[in-house]
């Protein structure tokens, strides 16, 4: 199943109002918000010109996603090997496929030139 996109928000940056991409937490095969509802805005450090938003993960939303993770262990390891094999295929494969997307992110989230 392909996750759902990350949805956008409406953010005041350099004195005027612009949509944005938000990110939020991926926990029990669902992207979700922080528990305290808590986000931050990620500036280009090259730039300061606000990119993007991401949930801010607390102690609960971590342990949110251990608890799922221990939950869904026994079905991992009855996969076998060749199962989890698949499983981490195509998770490589989806990561492939959004490679440019993903570059792009992180190229505006550090301040870094692709070429670097």
């Known amino acids: 199943r392909r996750p759902k996109r990350s949805s956008g928000v409406m953010v005041l940056a ?3 109002r612009r949509w944005m991409q ?5 926990i029990s095969n ?18 300061g010109d606000a990119v993007y938003t ?3 993960a607390s102690a609960a939303d971590v342990d949110a996603a251990v608890a ?3 939950a869904c262990q026994p079905a991992w ?3 076998g090997a060749r199962g989890r094999g698949r499983v ?8 492939r496929r959004r490679l440019g997307e993903l570059v792009e992110t992180e190229c505006l989230g550090t301040g870094r030139p692709l070429r670097e």
Do not use: F, K
Not at 22 to 26: A, R, T
Not at 88 to 95: K, M, N, P, T
């Open 14 to 16: 350099g004195g005027g």
């Open 22 to 26: 938000h990110y939020g937490l991926w």
């Open 30 to 47: 669902a992207e979700v918000e922080a528990a305290s509802g808590s986000r931050r805005v990620v500036a280009n450090p090259a730039t």
């Open 54 to 56: 991401t949930a801010m």
């Open 68 to 70: 799922s993770a221990s």
């Open 77 to 79: 390891e009855a996969m």
């Open 88 to 95: 981490l295929r195509g998770a490589a494969s989806a990561l």
